[in-house]
């Protein structure tokens, strides 16, 4: 899919790095309370190689740039085609906004949350793929 700031990205792209994958959309109230949350553990995990795809569905580009402009979110935003039941919604079989997918290094699925959540369970998904050991 291509970023908001047109930048083509794949998961085969970022293969090797822990992912955390969201999708998201502006008119999600728990969408817009752990976004900024979701900034925090980027910040403090990125040096270990975490990456985050914040993947906006039902949103135009020019509303997912300013909503991440006013929530200061530096990982890259992605536009989902136009919503849910299409798209990577699909694939990823998003039924509830937000959810989120934790993926390690070597590209294996290693926990998923679907709708808000306490930071702490982020905190728990995070660690399981940053430095993740079998």
């Not at 899919?1 to 794949?10: A, P």
């Not at 910040?43 to 997912?64: D, F, K």
């Not at 935003?77 to 136009?82: K, N, Q, R, Y």
Request: proline content about 6%; some cysteine.
């Amino acid at each position: 899919m291509t970023t908001t700031e047109g930048v083509t990205i794949s998961l085969d792209d970022l293969r090797g790095r822990p992912v955390w994958v969201n999708f998201w959309s502006t008119t999600c109230p728990a969408c817009v309370y752990e976004m900024p949350i979701m900034e925090g553990k980027y910040q403090e995990h990125r040096a270990s190689g975490l990456e985050i795809v914040g993947i906006a569905v039902g949103n135009s580009t020019e509303e997912a740039v300013a909503f991440g402009e006013a929530l200061g979110i530096s990982y890259p935003l992605a536009i989902d085609s136009p919503g849910v039941g299409e798209g990577a919604a699909v694939d990823y079989q998003v039924f509830f906004l937000p959810t989120h997918y934790f993926i390690d290094s070597a590209g294996i699925v290693r926990g998923f949350v679907m709708g808000d959540a306490p930071p702490e369970a982020f905190d728990e998904r995070v660690a399981r793929i940053v430095g993740a050991t079998d």
